[in-house]
């Protein structure tokens, strides 16, 4: 396919799996939106294909070069076979790193997945020395590239279509969140039930400050399981806590459904030890949540100042965070508005201009030689 | 985008805000000072206690996984028209794709059982007793086993079965020695269990069995298209010393040839088969 200089340059897409509803696998659809707007042919390929993307992506080991000068563009989540056959490919490779969770968070909850993770980490080590570019979502995740001998690295933000995964609310479910408050000020947390994502400390700490401040509050977890074990542990944790009437584990809900959560909820707290992103933050900004946030990993960057950001997570420095910002209206205010500001930052434009400006040289210098 | 930068005037100051709060509630009444260590000390009860532990749930995932989809992807990405005439191959080959995958399985189902003896010697690692002279020797291996069984004197009758129909006629607890042929070569887990059994029945206390096989590297050369993957082909000499060794058998000795192999194993005093054992011992080849 001709570009708009002229030259012919391809850049096909690989990723595990093209999940739908996930932050990856939008960005990979979005990905092959844009290169092809840029006038470079694209396809995706991988290994599984969600139902609902049938006909978006092809097998892996179904993709045959053309004559066009041609790179690979391989997105990380998790180890599998797709970066094998990426690593023994003689094409030259693109790695956008969106970070592997680190494998002993899931080691006593679920081995299996921590070998995944551990064969995504080693993958990952194998595939970034010898890559023309390494991208990250977040200065983080680019950092992780320049350790592993990435010779050329570049932040792009995770490219979204706000439009795409900030929906209006139901509002017969935003009428039964609200009436189900009894009262009391509203925790949320939206992600998936895993280890990394730190539940277990949202809900001490949540027990922390029903003990000591609002003793009619509430707390919803609302993301799939991504551990059983890790999952059952919650459950036990918050009936030995006596928090059954308090905490709720949502589980996966639709687009209007987690909008109303947001709408219901009165503080978005993350306390993840690890991220490579976090959409959830952009979505809490979007419905005017304020964030309160355990700076660690990527989660620093991405809220910025956008949020209050905490050193530690003990239980009673996170209850009085949220307190200080629910009780301090001033603050409340100003966290919603910097929120909706920020959000700009991340708009499908300002990303894909980041992503063209990174990606385009590369691709040019591919295409002269 | 710079506006946003300072939301609070000082974000120090709201720190310390916040820290001040902390010790607030901290101080509030009827609160343990032990709280906030409780509150830990709840979630850290429920964490699996070790990793080694989850060792058979690893187990119990690969054999999950030990199945491989049969569902050929039937997309086209140079020609989507060509989706028709592939999915017509497709169906007319997936009784040979659902073979294959019978197969696949089957290593896999032996991966995951060979781990079995590996979670098994992992266990018994503490229990070692102080390491003996190596019962395997390498080196000629005598074709004759009529010579083998003729080398000492037995207390009992000397007999040579070439089946478990031969043995299940013997006569119980009666026999000084069996010697083992043509029936070593393809046994799978339940014959090589009742084997042992067998011959457990049938043995005076000290009296002797002795198994001649060839090699599972004898046996590739003799068709390389017969892997020796799942479970049914000449088990190892190795395999034969630990099984037998487990099973109450005192001495166990083996002669490893390139091609073939014979064990020599006595009936001990205490016998201590049992099926579980039997089985699992009879996989980690």
Same mark, same amino acid.
């Given at each position: 396919?001709?570009?708009?200089?002229?030259?012919?340059?391809?850049?096909?897409?690989?990723?595990?799996?093209?999940?739908?509803?996930?932050?990856?696998?939008?960005?990979?659809?979005?990905?092959?939106?844009?290169?092809?707007?840029?006038?470079?042919?694209?396809?995706?390929?991988?290994?599984?294909?969600?139902?609902?993307?049938?006909?978006? !992506?092809?097998?892996?080991?179904?993709?045959?070069?053309?004559?066009?000068?041609?790179?690979?563009?391989?997105?990380?989540?998790?180890?599998?076979?797709?970066?094998?056959?990426?690593?023994?490919?003689?094409?030259?490779?693109?790695?956008?790193?969106?970070?592997?969770?680190?494998?002993?968070?899931?080691?006593?909850?679920?081995?299996?997945?921590?070998?995944?993770?551990?064969?995504?980490?080693?993958?990952?080590?194998?595939?970034?020395?010898?890559?023309?570019?390494?991208?990250?979502?977040?200065?983080?995740?680019?950092?992780?590239?320049?350790?592993?001998?990435?010779?050329?690295?570049?932040?792009?933000?995770?490219?979204?279509?706000?439009?795409?995964?900030?929906?209006?609310? #139901?509002?017969?479910?935003?009428?039964?969140?609200?009436?189900?408050?009894? !009262?009391?000020?509203?925790?949320?947390?939206?992600?998936?039930?895993?280890?990394?994502?730190?539940?277990?400390?949202?809900?001490?700490?949540?027990?922390?400050?029903?003990?000591?401040?609002?003793?009619?509050?509430?707390?919803?977890?609302?993301?799939?399981?991504?551990?059983?074990?890790?999952?059952?542990?919650?459950?036990?944790?918050?009936? #030995?806590? #006596?928090?059954?009437?308090?905490?709720?584990?949502?589980?996966?809900?639709?687009?209007?459904?987690?909008?109303?959560?947001?709408?219901?909820?009165?503080?978005?707290?993350?306390?993840?030890?690890?991220?490579?992103?976090?959409?959830?933050?952009?979505?809490?900004?979007?419905?005017?949540?304020?964030?309160?946030?355990?700076?660690?990993?990527?989660?620093?960057?991405?809220? !910025?100042?956008?949020?209050?950001?905490?050193?530690?997570?003990?239980?009673?420095?996170?209850?009085?965070?949220?307190?200080?910002?629910?009780?301090?209206?001033?603050?409340?205010?100003?966290?919603?508005?910097?929120?909706?500001?920020?959000?700009?930052?991340?708009?499908?434009?300002?990303?894909?201009?980041?992503?063209?400006?990174?990606?385009?040289?590369?691709?040019?210098?591919?295409?002269?030689? | 985008?710079?506006?946003?930068?300072?939301?609070?005037?000082?974000?120090?100051?709201?720190?310390?805000?916040?820290?001040?709060?902390?010790?607030?509630?901290?101080?509030?009444?009827?609160?343990?000072?032990?709280?906030?260590?409780?509150?830990?000390?709840?979630?850290?009860?429920?964490?699996?206690?070790?990793?080694?532990?989850?060792?058979?749930?690893?187990?119990?995932?690969?054999?999950?996984?030990?199945?491989?989809?049969?569902?050929?992807?039937?997309?086209?990405?140079?020609?989507?028209?060509?989706?028709?005439?592939?999915?017509?191959?497709?169906?007319?080959?997936?009784?040979?794709?659902?073979?294959?995958?019978?197969?696949?399985?089957?290593?896999?189902?032996?991966?995951?059982?060979?781990?079995?003896?590996?979670?098994?010697?992992?266990?018994?690692?503490?229990?070692?007793?102080?390491?003996?002279?190596?019962?395997?020797?390498?080196?000629?291996?005598?074709?004759?086993?009529?010579?083998?069984?003729?080398?000492?004197?037995?207390?009992?009758?000397?007999?040579?079965?070439?089946?478990?129909?031969?043995?299940?006629?013997?006569?119980?607890?009666?026999?000084?020695?069996? !010697?083992?042929?043509?029936?070593?070569e393809s046994?799978?887990?339940?014959?090589?269990?009742?084997?042992?059994?067998?011959?457990?029945?049938?043995?005076?206390?000290?009296?002797?069995?002795?198994?001649?096989s060839p090699t599972p590297a004898a046996w590739s050369r003799t068709d390389p298209l017969e892997a020796d993957l799942?479970?049914?082909r000449p088990?190892h000499?190795?395999?034969?010393?630990?099984?037998?060794?487990?099973?109450?058998?005192?001495?166990?000795?083996?002669?490893?040839a390139p091609d073939s192999y014979?064990?020599?194993?006595?009936?001990?005093?205490?016998?201590?088969?049992?099926?579980?054992?039997?089985?699992?011992?009879?996989?980690?080849?």
């Open positions: 396919m001709a570009r708009a200089g002229g030259s012919e340059i391809a850049l096909h897409q690989f990723v595990e799996a093209l999940a739908s509803r996930d932050a990856v696998g939008s960005h990979v659809l979005q990905c092959e939106r844009l290169l092809r707007d840029l006038g470079v042919e694209s396809k995706i390929y991988t290994r599984t294909v969600h139902p609902e993307l049938t006909g978006r !992506g092809f097998n892996h080991e179904d993709f045959r070069p053309g004559k066009t000068p041609t790179a690979l563009l391989y997105h990380t989540a998790i180890g599998g076979p797709v970066a094998d056959y990426v690593c023994a490919r003689p094409e030259p490779r693109i790695i956008h790193h969106h970070n592997i969770t680190p494998a002993d968070m899931f080691r006593v909850w679920d081995p299996n997945l921590a070998g995944f993770l551990d064969l995504g980490r080693s993958q990952l080590a194998a595939l970034t020395p010898d890559a023309i570019l390494g991208l990250g979502d977040s200065r983080f995740n680019a950092g992780e590239l320049e350790q592993l001998g990435a010779r050329r690295t570049a932040v792009t933000p995770i490219l979204l279509d706000l439009e795409d995964i900030l929906h209006e609310p #139901d509002e017969a479910v935003l009428d039964q969140l609200t009436a189900a408050r009894r !009262g009391g000020s509203s925790w949320l947390f939206v992600g998936r039930l895993s280890p990394n994502k730190a539940q277990h400390d949202i809900i001490t700490a949540f027990a922390f400050y029903r003990r000591t401040v609002d003793p009619v509050a509430t707390l919803r977890l609302v993301g799939v399981s991504s551990s059983v074990a890790y999952e059952q542990a919650l459950v036990r944790l918050i009936s #030995d806590l #006596d928090l059954q009437d308090a905490v709720t584990l949502a589980g996966s809900v639709p687009p209007g459904t987690l909008a109303a959560e947001y709408r219901a909820a009165d503080a978005l707290v993350v306390l993840s030890d690890h991220e490579g992103f976090c959409v959830p933050v952009l979505e809490a900004w979007h419905h005017g949540l304020p964030i309160v946030a355990y700076a660690a990993t990527a989660v620093t960057e991405t809220v !910025g100042s956008a949020g209050v950001l905490l050193a530690n997570k003990s239980p009673a420095v996170v209850a009085a965070a949220v307190a200080t910002v629910l009780e301090d209206a001033d603050l409340r205010s100003r966290l919603v508005t910097t929120g909706r500001l920020r959000l700009g930052e991340f708009s499908l434009k300002e990303s894909r201009r980041a992503f063209t400006d990174a990606v385009m040289p590369v691709l040019d210098e591919l295409a002269s030689r | 985008m710079e506006a946003h930068d300072q939301v609070v005037a000082d974000p120090g100051e709201l720190a310390m805000r916040i820290e001040a709060r902390a010790a607030e509630l901290r101080e509030t009444a009827d609160l343990p000072d032990t709280f906030e260590a409780e509150l830990a000390e709840r979630f850290d009860s429920l964490v699996p206690p070790d990793p080694a532990y989850r060792l058979p749930d690893t187990i119990n995932s690969i054999r999950a996984m030990s199945t491989i989809s049969v569902e050929v992807p039937v997309e086209s990405s140079r020609f989507p028209p060509l989706r028709v005439p592939k999915s017509a191959v497709r169906m007319a080959t997936s009784w040979y794709l659902r073979f294959v995958a019978d197969q696949v399985s089957g290593v896999g189902r032996a991966t995951a059982e060979a781990l079995d003896l590996i979670e098994i010697r992992l266990r018994r690692l503490e229990h070692q007793p102080a390491p003996r002279p190596s019962p395997i020797e390498s080196g000629p291996v005598s074709a004759d086993i009529d010579a083998l069984l003729a080398e000492r004197d037995h207390d009992g009758p000397v007999v040579r079965v070439e089946s478990l129909a031969d043995l299940a006629a013997l006569p119980r607890g009666g026999v000084g020695a069996i !010697g083992v042929t043509t029936l070593a046994m799978d887990a339940g014959r090589v269990e009742a084997l042992v059994e067998q011959t457990q029945r049938t043995l005076r206390t000290g009296g002797l069995l002795v198994i001649s799942a479970g049914r088990l000499a190795e395999s034969w010393v630990t099984l037998l060794d487990r099973e109450g058998f005192d001495p166990v000795r083996a002669q490893l014979v064990v020599t194993a006595t009936k001990g005093h205490v016998v201590t088969a049992t099926k579980g054992h039997v089985v699992t011992a009879t996989k980690g080849r």
